[in-house]
Each structure stands twice: as structure tokens, then as C-alpha cells.
């Protein structure tokens, strides 16, 4: 969906570096997710934000916060990526009414 | 604890055939279901869904159906098209509906890959 831009596509990192993963709406949505999807486990929510500097935890947020300055952005960040964050990373949106992801982020820690 | 599950990983059928994808849930409280489909190196998109108060929804070629006393909705294809080799996902949420700050958390599935061949 053009309304939502995960930015970068692809990256490796290095195990202990920071990562930032940004997530870009012009859908003008309230509501703002990041999840991760592995094998085996389907699409698991990590944070999530309900309004500007609104945010809470997810069912799998340890290693990772976020931060949502204006309504536009949410971003995540892997303070000091492990192996286990080896994943792809979707962010979503909504608006009360409905629920539309990004095209993801593949994200290899070596 | 998986609270929602799909216990098929794979699927396949054949063009013109139905297609049944089973889901089951654990969690009482989910009152909103949906299914969302997902092609590779895309992000999913939303397929149909279903609210508790009803046992069937349809839209075109897909029908959801939920079982509330099993636990248990299905996706129903017909007839099936080659283009609808994707992945599946079923997903819940207890706290569907505008407003709110928890709106929108969804409990996924684990998918199952659709195959229809020619």
C-alpha cells in the first residue's frame, strides 16, 4: 500500500550494533503497529501506538523500543541487535475501521 | 502459549476446486476474526473478516465461517484460482471497534501456504 513506507527494505547488521527500522504513513492513521513474522509463529505484535508519544508494549518487545514523535512516523529500535531479531518486520496502520500493513523490513543480524 | 492456530501448514489444490482453511482459538474473549493473505516479499492484505455475532460472512469467492462453541472459524474458497497461492493467515483480536487505545491488537495464526495448481 502506497500510504505506508517501511524503510530500509533489506539490512544486515551486526550482533550488539543499534538498529532503527522507520515506519512511514500519509494516512494520517492513529493507530500504528510493529510486528515480526518467523517461521512457525506467524506475525507476532512487538509495540504499538495509539496517538503521538502513545505507545505500549507488545507480546514480544523485550530488545526493542519505539518511539512516535509525530503522527507520521514509527519507529523501532534494536538497541543491540541479537541473532534472535533475524526476521522480517511489518509495520501497520489503522484507523479504527481497518488494518493495512507496509511491505516489510528483512532484517539479517550476523 | 499460542492462543490462535493454524494446524495445517500447507495446502494444495487443484483450479476450480474449494479450498478450506481451518483456524482454531483458545482465548474466550477474541470477538473479532479476520484473514489476511500474504504473497512473498509483500506485507499482508486484509481478505475478510468476522465479527462474534454472526456465524457466516461472504464476499465473492470467500466465505469465513466461526464455530464460537469449538473455537473454530474456517475460510472457504470457490472456486479456487492459481492466484490464490499465497500464505493465509487467521488472525483475532478482543478489542476490535473505533477508539481505544488498545484497538487493533491482533493474535496471528501461524499461516498456512496455499498452493492451486493448474
Known amino acids: 500500500d502506497a500510504g505506508i513506507t517501511q524503510s530500509p527494505r533489506h539490512k544486515v547488521t551486526e550482533t550488539g550494533t543499534p538498529v532503527t527500522l522507520r515506519c512511514h504513513q500519509t494516512?494520517?492513521?492513529?493507530?500504528m503497529y510493529w510486528y515480526r513474522q518467523d517461521p512457525g509463529h506467524g506475525l507476532r505484535l512487538i509495540h504499538y501506538?495509539?496517538?503521538?508519544?502513545?505507545?505500549d508494549k507488545g507480546e514480544v518487545s523485550d530488545g526493542y523500543s519505539v518511539s512516535r514523535s509525530k503522527t507520521e512516523d514509527f519507529l523501532l529500535t534494536l538497541e543491540s541487535a541479537t541473532s534472535s531479531q533475524t526476521s522480517v518486520y511489518f509495520c501497520?496502520?489503522?484507523?479504527?475501521?481497518?488494518?493495512?500493513f507496509g511491505s516489510g523490513t528483512r532484517l539479517t543480524v550476523v | 502459549d499460542q492462543q490462535v492456530k493454524q494446524n495445517s501448514p500447507s495446502l494444495s489444490v487443484q483450479e476450480g476446486r474449494i479450498s478450506i482453511l481451518n483456524c482454531d482459538y483458545t482465548?474466550?474473549?477474541?470477538?473479532?476474526f479476520l484473514w489476511y493473505k500474504k504473497y512473498p516479499a509483500e506485507g499482508p492484505t486484509f481478505l475478510i473478516s468476522?465479527?462474534?455475532i454472526k456465524d457466516k460472512n461472504e464476499d465473492g469467492r470467500f466465505t469465513v465461517f466461526l464455530n464460537k462453541s469449538a473455537k473454530h472459524l474456517s475460510l472457504h474458497i470457490v472456486p479456487s484460482q492459481p492466484g490464490d497461492s499465497a500464505v493465509y493467515f487467521c488472525?483475532?483480536?478482543?478489542?476490535w471497534g473505533a477508539g481505544g487505545t488498545s484497538y487493533g491488537k491482533l493474535t496471528f495464526g501461524q499461516g498456512t501456504i496455499l498452493t492451486v495448481h493448474p
Open positions: 501497520a496502520t489503522g484507523d479504527g475501521y481497518g488494518y493495512t
Open positions: 494516512e494520517n492513521h492513529r493507530y
Open positions: 501506538s495509539y496517538g503521538v508519544k502513545d505507545t
Open positions: 482465548n474466550s474473549m477474541f470477538d473479532y
Open positions: 468476522i465479527s462474534s
Open positions: 488472525a483475532a483480536s478482543a478489542v
